[in-house]
């Protein structure tokens, strides 16, 4: 089977092609684009089994490709956001990936693919995906987290926190107010539960909401300092593959 990647970040690309040679070695991925338009050129010379699209390009949503040239290759969309749900099944998309990509999410993806697309044929917008999209913009994220303080059990609401963060082994929730509370999940499953349009994961270390976000400076290596306001903490970076994600979910 052959596959084109268009996705802007190069570590989401690497990462994405690692899991599909993991997955289904005999995978092989022809090229990996970051635009629109080298998108449009490649995909007028050339034939792929199966597209990724990321929804947000380095000049466009990729949306845009379609208004340039006709596509009738099957597609797995896949996007840090939600909000383009419905427009992604309204082409000839198969599946819709939240970032970051569950392994267990992409194969069900590459299930469907064999089992609808085996020959690369316009499909008609299928009804049932797009009911899975209407059920993907009306999910339902976590509102609260139980924490223990002595011996009482309490519970924080989601929207109180500022920012998320691990250390030695343990996660942590961080107020407005500074209150700092040791929750029983790791940050990898808290970015999972909660709505990724208030909070962002700006490195291994930092789940970050837009509140707690006190200025930002660019720092070395092309990639962003974060001071925040419940903390001085000098760790929280943007690291270089995800700054271009992170001014996006800025501007919105």
Not at 87 to 112: C, M, T
Request: glycine share 2%.
């Amino acid at each position: 089977m052959k596959v084109l990647i268009v996705e802007d970040e190069s570590m989401a690309a690497k990462r994405l092609s690692s899991l599909l040679n993991k997955l289904e070695p005999e995978i092989e991925i022809l090229d990996q684009l970051d635009s629109v338009k080298t998108a449009v050129k490649w995909l007028s010379e050339h034939q792929a089994d199966l597209l990724f699209f990321d929804i947000q390009l380095a000049d466009g949503l990729s949306f845009e490709i379609f208004n340039q040239i006709k596509i009738s290759t099957p597609i797995i969309f896949t996007t840090a956001f939600d909000e383009y749900a419905i427009q992604a099944f309204k082409v000839n998309s198969i599946d819709y990936l939240l970032k970051p990509i569950d392994p267990e999410e992409l194969q069900n993806a590459l299930d469907k693919f064999h089992q609808n697309f085996k020959k690369a044929v316009p499909q008609q917008p299928n009804l049932a995906l797009l009911e899975q999209a209407m059920q993907m913009m009306t999910k339902q994220y976590k509102e609260r987290f139980v924490v223990k303080i002595g011996e009482h059990i309490h519970t924080i609401p989601v929207s109180e926190a500022a920012y998320f963060f691990s250390q030695d082994k343990a996660t942590f929730l961080v107020t407005a107010e500074k209150k700092r509370y040791i929750i029983d999940y790791t940050l990898e499953e808290v970015e999972g539960l909660i709505n990724p349009q208030e909070f962002f994961r700006i490195n291994r270390k930092y789940l970050i909401s837009l509140r707690a976000v006190k200025d930002i400076v660019s720092y070395s290596n092309s990639r962003l300092r974060i001071i925040l306001s419940q903390s001085d903490d000098m760790d929280a970076i943007v690291s270089r593959e995800r700054v271009q994600d992170f001014k996006k979910w800025l501007d919105r």
